[in-house]
C-alpha cells in the first residue's frame, strides 16, 4: 500500500492558513511516557481537576430553590446595572424644520396649492414631505372647509398637527407630559361650530345688511364642521359626552323666538345621533328639559281660541295653531318627536326626583311636570287619509300610554321611597298565599299514589340488609330520575311552563327518610351496609336534582330540628362510637393477609363476586356456605343491637353524612355551620379533615406508607360527606397527573403507578364514592390517541402494564352491574381495553393479562346489545374466537377403565 510521505512532511503552521489545526507537542508530555501502564493499559487522561466538569451534580438536589431564585435575581440587576449607560449629554432636540414649515401671509399661495393637492388624489407619503402647520386650530378648519377635504386626509392632517405639537412641547420640557388631545380637539371643535351659530344668527337678524354669500359662507363651514366631528366620532378622537352635552345645551341657548331659524341647523343635528344620547340618562333627561321648555314658550305665544269656546279638535291647541306655518311647524313636530322617543327608549330618565341638594334644584322633579300635555298627546291625528299611518300612530299612542304609566308608577314609588303599603294588607298576603298553595298541589297531584308506592319499593330495595349488590342504588337512583323528569316534563306541559326547580318526589323520599331512621344503628354508620346505600343512593338523587339538598336543610331550618343538643348528641355518639370500634387500626379485606375473618369485615363489597363464583362453578355449591361463611349475615343482622334515633336526631345524621356532588360553596358552608357553629368546633373539623387529606396525598406521592393502615382508620372516622370530599379530592389529583405527563399517562404508560391505583380505588371503595369511582375508570381507560413512549419508558412498561391492568380488570368486574347502567361509560371502557389488546385475532396465543382482557371484552359485547350494534364489524369475529378459545367450558373425558372394588381394601377398616 502506497503512503503519501508529503502528507506528514507538511508544516504545522501556514501564514495563510491562520493558528494551526493540530494540537501543539511539548517537550515532557504524558502521552509520550512509554511507562508500563502505558503500555498495557493505553494513555488515560486525567482531569486536571476533579470538578472540571459536573461538580454541581450532586450537590445540586440540596440547594435551596428559594435561596438560589434570590441569589439569581440579585445576579440579574447587578448586571443590568452594571450594563446601564449614564448619558450625562443635553436632551437632543429634535429637527421639525425638515418636515414642518409654518404658514404666515407670504406663503399663502403655497398653502393653497398643498391643500389644493390634499382634496386631490396626491399620496399622502408625498404630502408628508412637507406639512403647513397653522398658528390656530380655527385657521385649520377654514382651510379644510374652504377647499372641501374629504373627511378621511382632514382627520389625517389633524392628527399631523397633533403630532408636531407633542413633539414641540416634548423639546420645551424637561420632563415628559402626556397630552389627552381629545378634549383638546372637542373644545376646538366645540368653539368654532358655535362661532358659526352666532354669526348664521347675526346674519339672519340683519338680513337687510349682510351679503348672502356670507350665510353661504358660514352655512358651508358649519356642514363641514358637522361631518368633520361625525367622522372623528366614529374614530373615537373626540370625546362623545362633551360633544353631545354641547349639542343639547343648544336647544336652551337659542330657545328664544328670534333664534327659531338656528334649530334648524340644531335640531337635524341631534336627531341623527339621537340613539346615543339616548344611551346616557342625564343627557336624555337634561335634552328632554330643554325641549319641553322650548314647547312651552311656543304654546305661550300662541294665540288661542275665544274665551269659553271649546276646539272640537282632540289634539292641543297649539298643534293645531302651527299646522299651517312652515317655520314652526316642523320644529314643533321635530321636539315633540325628541320627547316622546326619551318616554319610549329611555323612561327613566323622565321619573320624579327627590334630590334636595344645594346646586341640583334643576333636578328634583321630573320633566315630564313642566310639559303641557301628556306625550302620547303630542300627535296631529287630523286629517290622516292613510289607513296605515293612522293605524301606526294608534299603536304609537298605545305604547305611549304604557310608558306613561310606567313612569307615574316607577315615580309614586320614588316619591315614597320605594315603601309600598299594600303589603301591609292581610286581604293580599291571604291571596298570594292562596296562589302559592294552589300551584303546590297541582305539583303534588301530578305524583299518583302509584308512584309513591313504586318510589319507597324502590328505596327499599336499594337500601335492604338482605340484598347484596352495590348497583341498587345506582340502579334506583336512575329509574326515579327517569320518573321526575316526565313529572316536570307533564307539569310544563299542562300549564304552559318552564319550570325545572320544582321537585315532586322530594316530600316521598322525605317519608322514606322518616320510616328508615326506626332501623339505623348508630354504632355501625360507618360500616353498615343499609346506611352505605343509602348515602350512595341520596348522593345519586343529589346528583340528578331529584332530592334537593338545599330545600331539606332549609325545612331543618324552618322547623327548628337542627337544636345544639340534638346536633352535638348526634355527632358526638356518632365520632366516639366510630373510634372505639374502628379507630385503632384498620385493614382493607382486599389486601388483608390469610387471617381473613368474614363475621367481622364489611364483606358486603365482594358478595357479588362470590356469588358469581359460586354460580359459575358447581363444585362449590355444596360447600358454599362453610367456605365463605355466608349464612353469618343474617345472624350478624338480626344479633347486632340497634340504637334508637328519635326523627330529630336522624335528620341531624342525614345533614352530617349525606354528601353534596356538585354542591355550591354557599350550601357547603351552610352546612358546616349548621353542624358545627362559626367557633372553635368548626376551624378544629376542618382543620381534621384537611389534616388527613394531606396524610393521603403524601401517601399517594410515596410518603411513609408505614401509617396507611393508621390512616386509614382515621378516614373511616369521618362522615360520609368528608369521605366523599376526600376521595374526590384524591381522584382529581390524580386526574391532574395527565397534564403534567400527558405522554406517560394510562394504563400501558408510568403513571399513575399501581400503588396509586390501589390506593385511589381503597380511598374510593371505603367512602362509598361509587360515581367517582366509575368516572375515574372512563377516564383512565379511555383510548388514547397519538401516544409515543421512549426506550427508557419501555423498561417500566414491563413491570408496570400487566399490575396496572389487573387492578382495572378486576375492579370492573366487580362494578360490572354499575358500569352497564350507563351506555357511554360501557362503551368508552370497552374501547379503552380493546385498544390494550395486540392478540386479538389469535386469542389462544395470548399472555395471561391479555387473556384476562379479552374475557372481559367478551363478557361486556355478550352483555351488552348497544356494543354488538356499535362494534360488530370490529369486534364480533374475534367474540366468537375468544369464546371458543379462552371462554368455553372444558369437559373431562371419561376414561375406559373398570373399577378394582379389591383394590386398598384391606387398609380400610369400616
Not at 77 to 82: A, E, L, M, N, P
Not at 283 to 295: N, P, V
Not at 444 to 456: F, G, P, S, V, Y
Not at 594 to 620: C, K, Q, R
Request: aromatic share 10%.
Amino acid at each position: 500500500m502506497a503512503i503519501n510521505l508529503e502528507t506528514f512532511m507538511r508544516p504545522l503552521k501556514r501564514s495563510r492558513l491562520g493558528i494551526p489545526d493540530i494540537y501543539p507537542q511539548d517537550a515532557k508530555q504524558e502521552e509520550d511516557d512509554l511507562c508500563e501502564s502505558n503500555v498495557k493499559r493505553g494513555f488515560v487522561n486525567k482531569l486536571a481537576v476533579n470538578g472540571e466538569h459536573g461538580s454541581a451534580k450532586e450537590i445540586a438536589y440540596q440547594v435551596n430553590l428559594s435561596r438560589f431564585a434570590a441569589q439569581f435575581n440579585k445576579i440579574l440587576s447587578q448586571k443590568q446595572k452594571i450594563n446601564t449607560i449614564q448619558d450625562s449629554r443635553k436632551k437632543v432636540l429634535l429637527n421639525l424644520k425638515d418636515h414642518f414649515w409654518h404658514v404666515t401671509a407670504r406663503n399663502k399661495s403655497q398653502v393653497t396649492s398643498w391643500m389644493t393637492d390634499l382634496a386631490a388624489n396626491k399620496p399622502l407619503s408625498l404630502l408628508a414631505k412637507k406639512v403647513p402647520i397653522f398658528n390656530k386650530k380655527e385657521e385649520i378648519f377654514l382651510c379644510l372647509a374652504e377647499f372641501g377635504v374629504p373627511m378621511l386626509k382632514a382627520t389625517w392632517f389633524i392628527k399631523i398637527t397633533y403630532a408636531h405639537q407633542v413633539a414641540t412641547a416634548e423639546s420645551k420640557m424637561k420632563k415628559r407630559v402626556n397630552i389627552d388631545p381629545y378634549p383638546e380637539w372637542t373644545f376646538a371643535i366645540i368653539k368654532f361650530l358655535h362661532d358659526q351659530l352666532l354669526k348664521l344668527s347675526e346674519q339672519f337678524i340683519q338680513s337687510y345688511m349682510t351679503q348672502k354669500s356670507d350665510i353661504e359662507i358660514a352655512s358651508k363651514n358649519w356642514s363641514y364642521i358637522i361631518q368633520l366631528a361625525e367622522w372623528m366620532i366614529e374614530e373615537e378622537l373626540l370625546d362623545k359626552h362633551e360633544f353631545f352635552n354641547w349639542m343639547v345645551e343648544l336647544i336652551d341657548k337659542f330657545k328664544s323666538n328670534k333664534d327659531d331659524t338656528l334649530l334648524k341647523y340644531i335640531l337635524p343635528l341631534i336627531l341623527r345621533h339621537l340613539e346615543t344620547i339616548l344611551k346616557s340618562q342625564i343627557l336624555a333627561r337634561l335634552l328632554a328639559s330643554h325641549c319641553i321648555l322650548k314647547l312651552n314658550d311656543l304654546s305661550s305665544s300662541t294665540v288661542l281660541l275665544k274665551c269659553g269656546e271649546e276646539s272640537l279638535s282632540k289634539i292641543h291647541p297649539m298643534m293645531s295653531a302651527y299646522k299651517n306655518c312652515n317655520q314652526h311647524s316642523t320644529i314643533i313636530t321635530i321636539l315633540s318627536g325628541i320627547i316622546q322617543a326619551i318616554t319610549l327608549r329611555c323612561p327613566a330618565s323622565l321619573i320624579y326626583s327627590i334630590v334636595k341638594e344645594p346646586g341640583k334644584e334643576q333636578v328634583v322633579g321630573s320633566p315630564l311636570d313642566k310639559l303641557i300635555v301628556s306625550p302620547s298627546a303630542l300627535f296631529n291625528t287630523d286629517n290622516l287619509d292613510d289607513a296605515e299611518e293612522k293605524k301606526f300612530q294608534e299603536e304609537a299612542v298605545m305604547s305611549l300610554e304604557e310608558k306613561e304609566n310606567t313612569i307615574l308608577q316607577r315615580s309614586i314609588l320614588v316619591e315614597q321611597r320605594w315603601r309600598s303599603s299594600e303589603y301591609n294588607n292581610m286581604r293580599t298576603c291571604i291571596k298570594r298565599r292562596l296562589s302559592l298553595d294552589k300551584k303546590k298541589r297541582k305539583i303534588k297531584n301530578l305524583q299518583t299514589a302509584t308512584d309513591e308506592n313504586t318510589i319507597l319499593l324502590l328505596c327499599n330495595w336499594s337500601t335492604n340488609k338482605r340484598r347484596f349488590g352495590i348497583h341498587r342504588p345506582l340502579i334506583a337512583a336512575t329509574v326515579i330520575k327517569l320518573r321526575n323528569t316526565y313529572i316536570i316534563k307533564k307539569f310544563n306541559s299542562e300549564y304552559n311552563q318552564t319550570c325545572e326547580t320544582i321537585y315532586p318526589i322530594h316530600k316521598t323520599l322525605i317519608k322514606f327518610l322518616d320510616e328508615f331512621s326506626r332501623d339505623i344503628d348508630v354504632s355501625q354508620v360507618h360500616f353498615e351496609d343499609s346506611f352505605k346505600s343509602l348515602v350512595f343512593l341520596f348522593c345519586e338523587l343529589i346528583r340528578y336534582n331529584v332530592f334537593s339538598h338545599d330545600k331539606f336543610l332549609c325545612s331543618m331550618v324552618s322547623q327548628a330540628i337542627l337544636k345544639p343538643e340534638i346536633i352535638s348528641k348526634v355527632y358526638g355518639l356518632d365520632i366516639s362510637k366510630s373510634k372505639s370500634e374502628h379507630g385503632g387500626d384498620y385493614r382493607n379485606p382486599s389486601l388483608s393477609d390469610h387471617d381473613y375473618d368474614g363475621s367481622t369485615s364489611n364483606f358486603d363489597l365482594d358478595a357479588d363476586f362470590m356469588h358469581s363464583i359460586l354460580n359459575d362453578n358447581p363444585v362449590f355449591e355444596a360447600a358454599a356456605p362453610q367456605l365463605f361463611n355466608l349464612s353469618s349475615t343474617s345472624e350478624l343482622s338480626t344479633s347486632k343491637k340497634t340504637t334508637s334515633l328519635s326523627s330529630a336526631e336522624a335528620n341531624a345524621l342525614y345533614v352530617l353524612h349525606f354528601p353534596i356532588p356538585n354542591g355550591e360553596k354557599h350550601e357547603i358552608n351552610q352546612r358546616m355551620v349548621l353542624l358545627l357553629g362559626v367557633g372553635k368546633m368548626l376551624h378544629k373539623e376542618k382543620l381534621k379533615v384537611e389534616s388527613i387529606r394531606k396524610q393521603l396525598l403524601d401517601v399517594l406521592n410515596g410518603g411513609n406508607q408505614e401509617k396507611k393502615s393508621e390512616l386509614f382508620g382515621d378516614f373511616l372516622t369521618l362522615s360520609h360527606f368528608d369521605q366523599f370530599s376526600i376521595s374526590t379530592s384524591i381522584s382529581e389529583t390524580v386526574k391532574k397527573m395527565k397534564q403534567a405527563f400527558p405522554s406517560k399517562y394510562g394504563i400501558i404508560s408510568e403513571f399513575p403507578s399501581s400503588q396509586q391505583l390501589l390506593l385511589l380505588f381503597d380511598l374510593l371503595e371505603m367512602a362509598g364514592n361509587i360515581q367517582e369511582l366509575l368516572d375515574f375508570l372512563g377516564f383512565f381507560v379511555a383510548r388514547q390517541e397519538n401516544t409515543y413512549f421512549s426506550q427508557q419508558d419501555g423498561i417500566l412498561l414491563q413491570h408496570c402494564e400487566p399490575s396496572k391492568l389487573l387492578i382495572v380488570i378486576a375492579i370492573i368486574h366487580k362494578y360490572f352491574k354499575c358500569i352497564l347502567n350507563s351506555s357511554e361509560l360501557t362503551a368508552t371502557i370497552f374501547k379503552g381495553l380493546l385498544q390494550r389488546v395486540e392478540n386479538i385475532a389469535e386469542p389462544g396465543v395470548c399472555s395471561s393479562t391479555e387473556r384476562c382482557t379479552l374475557a372481559l371484552l367478551h363478557k361486556m359485547y355478550e352483555s351488552c346489545m348497544h356494543l354488538q350494534n356499535r362494534f360488530e364489524n370490529v369486534f364480533s369475529t374475534a367474540s366468537s374466537k375468544i369464546s371458543n378459545a379462552i371462554c368455553s367450558i372444558i369437559q373431562p373425558a371419561h376414561p375406559n377403565l373398570v373399577w378394582d372394588t379389591s383394590f386398598l381394601k384391606d387398609y380400610f377398616h369400616l
